[in-house]
């Protein structure tokens, strides 16, 4: 792939492959810890072997020339007009990191970019995040050579800086969950993140025996923006009603389970408390999934993804008929031990625990009965827990 992705760089900007080089940054599963993100909670991200690659070289033309090998679209960015480049259709996330990244300091040096992403797209496995992480590490890694820095690019920063690209430029009000997992994954292991203080560490995930299954619904996730807004505004009103009781709490993820039942009947609105109910429940739920991973209890962390998926469709009601049917046919075959949505809702994706003896017959099941009963064909991803964004030397 390398050498054939190489063919199409040298294609398309000529020269020779000397100076060309390449960078990674993957796409991101969460495991569990869904819709916790925003209040101050607790997300369990993978990071995955699906990925966004660039082959890239330097140049000394004061552009940064953007391609990628399933799109017909070809951008030109001037590094001195990096604000201007907000309406693109395609490359308007590019611009935005190298504009943000820019404003940091880092000094942008042109280069002829071709993008191949393996992350599929709309499916809510951040492709956006993927983009956006492997830009940033490419363009800091090259000021860094630019100004004779020698330490290591901060991966944190490049999250961070990644994250704020979509929110001020792309104009999207995104958490720092696809970002941080995409720049700090690790091999055969979840990062547990605390989305208040950003303090993490990572969880092996041995999953001998088993593989992750991601069951794309092919539904596009219509209602996703929409339903984020209101269900943020619901989960904060809940918080309010909460303060009564415990004044120094900021977020939900500051109220244990204990507290909630003792004080939920403060939450009058019904729908608002069960939003509560499942930010609230689903933390604990985490802290319960890393406890059984560090013991080894693969099956104890199989039934909380499941019991994440239920909270999400009956308390949180995020998930819809594609996602319910898709993890319901799931759970049906012998050897899934555990399955959820994952993502925003609404359409998008599952995420499933399946023993690899049973993989291709879950593949062949599942997809059969998911489309006898939506009437649409559903695509299916296998992989293990990979590093986060590096470059591949």
């Known amino acids: 792939m390398n050498n054939e992705l190489l063919n199409k760089f040298l294609d398309l900007y000529g020269g020779s492959d000397s100076n060309v080089r390449m960078f990674v940054s993957p796409g991101r599963v969460n495991l569990i810890g869904e819709h916790t993100d925003y209040n101050g909670g607790y997300v369990f991200p993978a990071a995955l072997e699906q990925a966004s690659h660039?082959?890239?070289?330097?140049?000394?033309?004061?552009?940064?020339?953007?391609?990628?090998?399933?799109?017909?679209?070809?951008?030109?960015?001037?590094?001195?007009?990096?604000?201007?480049?907000?309406?693109?259709?395609?490359?308007?996330?590019?611009?935005?990191?190298?504009?943000?990244?820019?404003?940091?300091?880092?000094?942008?040096?042109?280069?002829?970019?071709?993008?191949?992403?393996?992350?599929?797209?709309?499916?809510?496995?951040?492709?956006?995040?993927?983009?956006?992480?492997?830009?940033?590490?490419?363009?800091?890694?090259?000021?860094?050579?630019?100004?004779?820095?020698?330490?290591?690019?901060?991966?944190?920063?490049?999250?961070?800086?990644?994250?704020?690209?979509?929110?001020?430029?792309?104009?999207?009000?995104?958490?720092?969950?696809?970002?941080?997992?995409?720049?700090?994954?690790r091999k055969d292991h979840a990062i547990f993140l605390d989305c208040k203080t950003l303090d993490f560490k990572y969880v092996p995930l041995v999953l001998n025996g088993y593989k992750i299954i991601i069951g794309n619904t092919n539904k596009k996730r219509g209602l996703a923006d929409s339903k984020y807004n209101e269900r943020r505004s619901e989960c904060e009103a809940a918080m309010e009603h909460l303060k009564i009781a415990y004044p120094d709490a900021d977020c939900l993820r500051a109220v244990s389970v204990e507290q909630f039942e003792d004080a939920k009947t403060l939450i009058q609105d019904e729908v608002q408390r069960r939003r509560a109910e499942h930010v609230i429940y689903e933390c604990d739920r985490v802290l319960k999934s890393i406890d059984a991973l560090n013991k080894g209890d693969l099956h104890s962390f199989g039934h909380l993804m499941t019991a994440s998926h239920i909270s999400l469709r009956d308390l949180y009601e995020v998930t819809g008929l594609n996602l319910d049917v898709m993890v319901e046919e799931s759970l049906k075959i012998e050897g899934c031990i555990g399955s959820r949505m994952t993502g925003a809702g609404f359409g998008g994706c599952t995420v499933s625990i399946v023993a690899e003896d049973a993989v291709e017959r879950f593949v062949a099941l599942v997809g059969e009965n998911y489309e006898k009963r939506t009437g649409i064909r559903p695509s299916f991803y296998i992989s293990q827990a990979a590093d986060g964004g590096r470059e591949v030397k």
């Open 54 to 185: 660039i082959l890239v070289r330097r140049t000394d033309t004061g552009k940064i020339r953007l391609a990628a090998t399933d799109l017909p679209d070809r951008v030109e960015l001037d590094i001195n007009r990096l604000d201007q480049y907000r309406d693109l259709k395609w490359g308007n996330y590019q611009a935005g990191v190298a504009y943000v990244l820019q404003q940091a300091g880092y000094t942008i040096c042109s280069c002829d970019i071709l993008y191949h992403d393996t992350v599929p797209l709309g499916a809510g496995l951040s492709s956006s995040a993927a983009i956006e992480v492997v830009m940033a590490l490419t363009l800091a890694t090259f000021s860094n050579e630019e100004n004779g820095i020698e330490t290591p690019v901060d991966m944190i920063e490049m999250a961070k800086l990644a994250q704020q690209a979509e929110i001020t430029y792309c104009g999207v009000n995104c958490g720092i969950m696809d970002q941080f997992a995409s720049a700090m994954g």
